[in-house]
């Protein structure tokens, strides 16, 4: 963990270092830019100006007069010659046609700017005029080496050689300092200045070019960085240093410290000891004034927290593992009273009855047992709610219930005497539906009687629903008159009592069971048993039905049902 600890912050220290190490790239670049702006702009604003004395100077020792003429004479050549043969600036047809208009007056102005050139140590200066239709600087003056001069009437292009648009030149007429930059391997960096020349009228016929060596910028330049970048770098070099040990000191210390702690706490915690050291924050003292020490109480703080919680954790485990003993009790205490399965058979019938709590416990309850040798009673009932509350509230009705049977009293006159007394101490107002159903095993009367419970289905040939009042639930009226029904049983007929778990089962879809799919379950039975009916096999067919259809979801509400056929021998 120490080791964890110690890559993390080297990690940090990294950050850092690249941090400083981009702030230093930053200042030089920066100190670059300003070199530029001190020096660059001015000197080009200084060669401007002197480039601009000297084309003056160059101007009037030709005269505006014969430039002009010069201009026009150069202008009629170039535009009365047709394309064709002046696309081939070099061949004799063209040569032949300018070359007339070259007298001795003009190689002396010639020959005069090749002098001024030279004199200057200038690259160039020369007289021209923009073709815009073909993009050629057309020369009329041309102030280059004899054998490198063009002739006027001759052309640069971007075929064979590079030449400025028409706004770059006007944009370096207009500026102070502005001029387009271009660097020839023998030459080096040249810049070129642009001026108008203008006729007699004041109309703008064409422009003068010189052409300056520029390289003492460079040279500058070089010379600043070859004395600035050294110090520099050893002077960021020092504050580099220096700012790493302060930020170390002043952040990545603490933040080692608290990385290397929260592992041991870690540790601790994993190994269940963290409750019995304790403390594993409280002595870093990090007092840096600022979000480190806010940092850092907050730890100290969510370690006490934490150390809280584990305890409180801790009783709560104990008293969940208490009240998960308990309630396995009342699970078993309840299926002693309320089996998961019975199953009863005697002479004349047969009868099964399940329960499935939703949870460890429940309210539901099924009763099968008989009165004596001609008489067996099923009872079936669903108590509001759910858990312990409704098992211990389950488990008064229906003792109440058998015991009032087996005093003599008839079903509605026990159900009548339950409601009377739940009525009378029910302080959580809980309430319970109850159908109870006796069979005479001699002459398969059913007499029954309902407390707000589902109709019951009759299994007979055709299997339906049994036409009985739905009655109200016990509980919420003291004086209410429950009364009874029979029906007759013929031979191999029953009668299948359940639940709402059964119905109101859902699926995925959120659809319910339903009675008519417990109608065609019961249907499917029956006529898969060779048209007769057993009490168990319906039952668990109706119960395997119910939780195939909810596709595994988790049992919403108890499911009970319990099933009873007369069969006289």
Known sequence: MKQ????????????VLEA?????????????????????GPTLRAYKREAKHLGNFVTSLIGNEYLEQCYAVVKDVYYSTPEEIRADQFADDYVQRIIVNIDNEYKANRN?????????????????????????????????????????????????????????????????????????????????????????????????????????????????????????????????????????KRFLSPIERLTERAGIYNELSKAKEGKEKGGVFKDLNINTGDELEVLWRTMVDMEDDIDDAMKRIAVEAAESERMATELETARNIQCGIVPLEYELKGEGFEAFG?????????????????????????????????????????????????????TGESLSEALNTVNKEICKSNPESMFATVFAA??????????????????????????????????????????????????????????????????????KNDEEYGGDR?????????????????SKLVVSDVVDSVNLYSQGLDQSDDITCAAIIYNPN
């Open 4 to 15: 964890a600890s110690q890559n993390k912050n080297n990690s940090l220290q990294r950050v």
């Open 20 to 40: 400083i190490l981009f702030c230093a790239c930053i200042i030089l670049v920066m100190f670059i830019v300003l070199d530029g702006l001190i020096v660059i």
């Open 112 to 248: 005069m700017i090749s002098v001024c050139r030279s004199d200057a140590e200038l690259q160039n200066i020369y007289y021209v005029f923009y073709d815009e239709e073909y993009e050629r600087m057309v020369i009329v003056f041309d102030g280059n080496e004899r054998s490198r001069a063009f002739l006027p009437g001759q052309w640069i292009s971007n075929e064979n050689g590079s030449i400025e648009s028409l706004p770059v030149i006007n944009k370096t007429i207009s500026s102070e300092w502005f001029m387009p930059i271009s660097y020839g391997e023998q030459i080096g960096f040249v810049g070129t200045d642009y001026e108008g020349i203008y006729d007699s009228e004041g109309n703008l016929i064409g422009y003068q070019a010189i052409t300056i060596t520029i390289n003492t910028i460079s040279q500058r330049i070089n010379t600043f960085l070859a004395l600035v970048i050294p110090v520099l770098t050893i002077f960021m070099i020092l504050i580099g240093i220096r700012i790493n040990k302060w930020i170390k």
């Open 354 to 406: 399940c329960g499935h709590p939703a949870r460890m416990v429940g309210g539901d309850f099924y009763d099968i047992f008989q009165l004596d040798s001609d008489n067996t009673c099923v009872i079936v009932g669903d108590i509001s709610g759910k858990g312990i509350s409704a098992a211990l509230f389950m488990i008064m009705v229906k003792s109440t219930i058998r015991e009032k049977l087996r």
């Open 438 to 507: 006796r069979l005479d095993t001699k002459t398969g009367i059913l007499t029954f009687a309902n407390a707000g419970h589902n109709p019951p289905v009759v299994l007979a040939d055709t299997p339906s629903f049994l036409d009985v009042d739905s009655g109200i639930i016990l509980g919420l009226f003291d004086d209410m008159n429950i009364q009874e029904s029979s029906i007759t049983l013929k031979p191999g007929q029953g009668i299948f009592i359940y639940t709402d778990g059964v119905t109101e089962a859902f699926n």
């Open 518 to 534: 417990l109608i065609e379950t019961i249907s499917t039975s029956y006529s898969h048993y060779n048209n007769s009916y057993d």
